[in-house]
């Protein structure tokens, strides 16, 4: 198992302590009636294995990328735990991700899991080049050999599908299209276990799209990395996905092969977003 | 009662003991930046009060003191502050770096290699080693508890790429005692690898950000480089110091109108030189 998530939750706002029981899927709603905290994730469980590709499915403000910030370090959950990668404490026992000293915290972030951002700003530092961003992952996974630097950057450069000639030029430089591979390169030349993708080709051309699609495709299946693809696209989560959850209200409503998902939904609310989507 | 006489080293007792205090801590933590409440000062800010308030803390009855600016104990900077800093405390003035116990400095460290009894206070306009690639002071502190500078190999990498080698002339960051990563002020390049197991105690002082920082004696100092690549000093050639003939030292370039001339930085480093050279002669 290399991601397992145990009733995470996260609540914005101060919690009266009953808002998990008193939101989410039956309750319509995520805002909770008694104290107005707002259940972004409400104890979501979940398994993610080596290679598995999942997707997140649901209505904007359904929780999707909080999710991910959670699983990522980015946000910390308000309660359950989150195990990645069998890490275990001088015990022997798991040991969550928000328990991780300090210094591993940044150890998994830099080495073991990446994120790709809908908004490249996000993703991107705007004030490197292209060739530093992807470098800037490479130092944090600890290499401090400019050959070895230069050279991986220039490969996932390659890998992209980018001349090697413009590897130092901004970010600005480059298209909506261009700067979300720059991120793909960036996210890989760790060699994560885990990539994250937040809405990764929102707002792009279609056609732009379906090759940014292809292309994360296709290193998954060379590399061989876990995924987990937030999309509102289900053709986007069709074309990525084995396996697909359906959020509501910041709950997981349903689990299971997207195929299935796709033809035969069984949640209500999943049935009404196949059959208005696809 | 009151008197008219200027308290020893012109603060009051509680003012150089929150100093000193501020100073212990760096210490104690080396290269790590620590906030004191920085004073008003006869000098305005920006010329040297930081260091001038670290001096002043410390400098004893017994202390004999040399300041220079730009390896200089001449110029009008370094004049003025040696003259406020005696007349506020009546200590001996020397130019002999030898000689000296307490040496104030702006963007040198002396030619002559200092001792364990010798403390230099350096004066520092810009205490943070990060804003050059991180202007949030938040995510500036987060990232050296986690002493995480990829973003300062990165700009280190770009420089590589672009110009074959960092392109930072002054100000080069160094990791202290294997940790945290510091500015050590706008010293050359030249000046970096005399920080590494220096003997004496070296204290930083920003007046206008009001921070001290300090390497003890004895510390690993190395400047930020990557594995494969070699850390290049500033390199003059064939040329030498047109006064003393030194070629072992860092030169000044001086541009007249009949060209450039070269001369050693460190004036008492060529004073002596010179003196040495004639009595050989
Ligand atoms: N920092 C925050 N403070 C307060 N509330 C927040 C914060 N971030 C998110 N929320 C709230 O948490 C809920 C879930 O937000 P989240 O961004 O995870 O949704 P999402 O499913 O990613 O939506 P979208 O599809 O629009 O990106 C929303 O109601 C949102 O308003
Ligand atoms: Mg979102
Ligand atoms: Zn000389």
Redesign the pocket.
């Known amino acids: 198992m290399l991601l397992e998530l145990d009733d995470v939750s996260k609540v ?1 706002g101060v919690s009266c302590g009953n808002c998990l029981e008193l939101t989410g899927d039956s309750s319509e709603c ?1 805002i909770c009636p008694e104290c107005n905290a ?1 259940v ?1 994730v409400n104890r979501v469980n979940l398994s993610v294995e080596e290679n598995e590709i999942v997707g997140v499915v ?1 209505e ?7 999710l991910l910030q959670m699983i990522y370090q980015d946000q910390k959950a308000t309660s359950g735990e989150i195990y990645f990668n069998g890490l275990k404490d001088s015990n022997g026992n798991k040991l969550s991700l928000f328990n991780l000293p300090s210094g591993k915290t940044s150890w998994v972030r830099n080495h073991e899991m990446s994120m790709i951002y809908q908004n490249p700003h996000l993703g991107l530092n705007f004030n490197f080049s292209a060739g530093g961003n992807i470098a800037e992952k490479i130092i944090g996974s600890g290499e401090k050999r400019y050959q070895i630097i230069r050279d991986r950057a220039l490969h996932f450069f390659g890998k992209i599908e980018m001349p090697t000639s413009r590897i130092d030029d901004y970010p600005e430089a480059f298209s909506g299209g261009q700067q979300q591979r720059i991120q793909i390169a960036k996210a890989l030349s760790s060699s994560p276990r885990l990539l994250l993708l937040d809405e990764p080709t929102t707002g792009l051309d279609v056609s732009v799209q379906a090759k940014i699609l292809d292309l994360i495709k296709a290193l998954q299946y060379e590399m061989g990395f876990s995924m987990i693809v937030v999309s ?1 696209d289900l053709g986007v989560i069709n074309h990525l996905t084995d396996l697909t959850l359906v959020m509501k209200n910041g709950c997981l409503v349903e689990y299971g092969l997207t195929d299935q998902i796709l033809e035969d939904p069984q949640h209500p609310y999943t049935q009404l977003l196949v059959s208005s989507k696809l | 009662m009151t008197t008219n006489k200027v308290t020893f080293g012109f603060f009051d007792e509680d003012a150089k003991k929150e100093i000193r205090r501020a100073s212990l801590k760096a210490v104690a933590l080396p290269g790590y930046i620590v906030p004191f409440a920085s004073r008003e000062m006869p000098i305005a800010r920006g010329w040297g009060t930081g260091g001038l308030q670290v001096t002043l803390s410390l400098i004893t009855e017994e202390d004999t003191l040399k300041v220079i600016d730009q390896g200089c104990d001449g110029s009008v900077n370094a004049v003025n502050i040696r003259e406020f800093i005696v007349s506020v405390t009546g200590v001996k003035q020397t130019m002999a770096t030898p000689e000296a116990t307490v040496i104030q400095t702006r963007h040198r460290v002396p030619e002559y290699p200092l001792t364990s009894n010798q403390i230099l206070v350096y004066q520092v306009p810009i205490p943070e080693v990060l804003t050059i690639v991180e202007p949030d002071t938040a995510k500036q502190k987060e990232m050296h508890a986690s002493v995480d500078y990829s973003k300062l190999w990165v700009l280190l990498y770009e420089d590589t790429s672009q110009f074959g080698d960092s392109r930072i002339s002054s100000r080069y960051p160094v990791r202290v005692n294997d940790h945290f990563v510091m500015d050590p002020s706008p010293i050359p390049k030249y000046d970096i690898p005399k920080l590494n197991n220096n003997p004496s105690l070296q204290l930083f002082g920003a007046g206008r950000e009001k921070r001290i920082y300090a390497i003890p004696p004895y510390t690993k100092v190395e400047p930020l480089k990557f594995t494969d690549r070699e850390f290049i000093i500033e390199d003059f050639g064939d040329k030498c110091c047109e006064r003393c003939g030194a070629t072992d030292v860092y030169l000044d370039e001086v541009h007249q109108e009949d060209g450039v001339h070269f001369f050693c930085s460190d004036t008492y480093h060529c004073d002596t030189n010179k003196n040495e050279v004639e009595d050989a002669a």
Request: hydrophobic content about 25%.
């Open positions: 914005y995520a707002v972004a649901g904007s403000g359904s929780g999707k990328s909080t509102h």
